[in-house]
C-alpha cells in the first residue's frame, strides 16, 4: 500500500530532529501493510549497517535490523550452539502467517515493535528471557526486559524518537530446556495461541508464556513442575477476560481454552510425561 502522506524518506543516521510524523522504518511490511495518514517522514534503519547477530559465549544480541530469514538460517544451522534455544527461535520463525516473501525483509526488531498480538518475535523474546536495548533522540541507552517491552496491542514503552537497536539473548536460556506450541485456523495462518514454556535456574522452574491470545505476553512462573489442576488455575489466574484478543480470528473465550490446551501439552513435556 502506498503511504500517501509521506514526503521524505530519510536515511537512519540523519540527524534532523524527531518531530511529529516521523517513523522509523526497517522492513516496512507492517508499516506498509495499511493507510496511515498521520505519517509524514520515514527513517530508514536499514541503512545503519548493524551486524545481524552477535554470538558470544554469553548469548546472542539480536540486532533490531537482523531480518526473520537471517535469524531463522542461524537457529537452523547444525553444530551450532544451543540446540534447545535454537529450535524454539526457528520455531517462532516457522510461525509467521506469511511465506519466505515476507521473512526477507521483515526484521526482528519491526516485529517487536509492531507490537502486534500475534508477533512471533515477541513471543520469542519472552520466552527466551530477552533484553530490549533502547536508543533515544540523545543516544542514550536504556534496557528492558522483554516481558516489560510490550504494554498492549500495537503498543510498547518506546517514547517518541526511541529506537530499539537490539534484542540480547542470554546463554542461560538459550540452554535451557523449552517449547513452543501454537494453534492457527490455517496453516500459514495467523496463531491464534501461542504458549512457550522454559525451566531454567538452579531450581528448574517452569514459566510459561501465553503470546497471541493475548493483547500483550503473559507468564507465569512455578517453582517445579505444577499438576494440571495446579497448572489451570495458574493460568487462569493470569488471564482475566480484559487481556484476552478479540478479534475477527477468534473469541476470547476460546483463546483462553486453547492457551490452557497448549499450556498442559508444554507442562506434560516439560515435566519428562511424554
Ligand atoms: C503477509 C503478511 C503476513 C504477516 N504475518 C505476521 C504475523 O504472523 N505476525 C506478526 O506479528 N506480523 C505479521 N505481519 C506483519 C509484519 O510482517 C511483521 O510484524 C514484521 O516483523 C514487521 O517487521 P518490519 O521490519 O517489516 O517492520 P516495519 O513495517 O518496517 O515497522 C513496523 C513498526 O515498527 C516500527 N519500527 C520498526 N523497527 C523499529 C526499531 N528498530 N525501533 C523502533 N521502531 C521500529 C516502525 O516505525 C513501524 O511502526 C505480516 C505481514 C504480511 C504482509
Known amino acids: 500500500m502506498d503511504l500517501t502522506a509521506v514526503r521524505e524518506v530519510v536515511d537512519g543516521r540523519s540527524a ?17 501493510a495499511e493507510p496511515r495518514p498521520a505519517l509524514r517522514r520515514l527513517r530508514d534503519l536499514m541503512t545503519l549497517g548493524w551486524p545481524a547477530l552477535t554470538v558470544t559465549e554469553t548469548g546472542i544480541e ?11 538460517i542461524f537457529a537452523e544451522t547444525p553444530d551450532a550452539p544451543w540446540p534447545t534455544g535454537r529450535a524454539l527461535i526457528a520455531g517462532c520463525c516457522r510461525a509467521f502467517s506469511s511465506s519466505f516473501k515476507v521473512w526477507n525483509p521483515a526484521t526482528v526488531g519491526g516485529n517487536l515493535c ?5 508477533g512471533p518475535m515477541i513471543s520469542m523474546a519472552v520466552a527466551l528471557s530477552g533484553t530490549c536495548r533502547l536508543r533515544g533522540p540523545d543516544a542514550t541507552e536504556r534496557l528492558v526486559p522483554a516481558r516489560e517491552f510490550i504494554t498492549g496491542n500495537g503498543a510498547t514503552v518506546l517514547r517518541p524518537g526511541e529506537l530499539l537497536r537490539s534484542l540480547t539473548l542470554p546463554a542461560g536460556a538459550l540452554a535451557a530446556r523449552s517449547v513452543m506450541r501454537r494453534v492457527a485456523t490455517q496453516a500459514w495462518g495467523r496463531s491464534v495461541a501461542l504458549v512457550t514454556g522454559a525451566r531454567s ?3 528448574e522452574r517452569l514459566t510459561l508464556t501465553v503470546t497471541a491470545a493475548t493483547t500483550r505476553p503473559v507468564s507465569v512462573s512455578f517453582p ?5 489442576g495446579e497448572l489451570r488455575s495458574g493460568l487462569l489466574s493470569a488471564l482475566p477476560h480484559p487481556l484476552l484478543l478479540d478479534d475477527v ?6 483463546r483462553r481454552h486453547l492457551a490452557l490446551q497448549l499450556g498442559e501439552e508444554v507442562r506434560r513435556t516439560l515435566a519428562g510425561e511424554r
Do not use: K, M, N, Y
Not at 539480536?62 to 531463522?72: D, K, S, Y
Not at 517445579?224 to 494440571?228: A, E, G, L, M
Not at 480470528?249 to 476460546?254: A, F, L, N
Open 16 to 32: 534532523v530532529p524527531w518531530r511529529q510524523g516521523d517513523a522509523w522504518l526497517a522492513g516496512g511490511t507492517a508499516l506498509f
Open 62 to 72: 539480536v540486532a533490531a535490523t537482523c531480518t526473520i530469514t537471517e535469524l531463522l
Open 114 to 118: 509492531a507490537a502486534l498480538p500475534a
Open 201 to 203: 535456574g538452579p531450581e
Open 224 to 228: 517445579c513442575p505444577p499438576s494440571p
Open 249 to 254: 480470528h477468534g473469541w476470547p473465550t476460546w
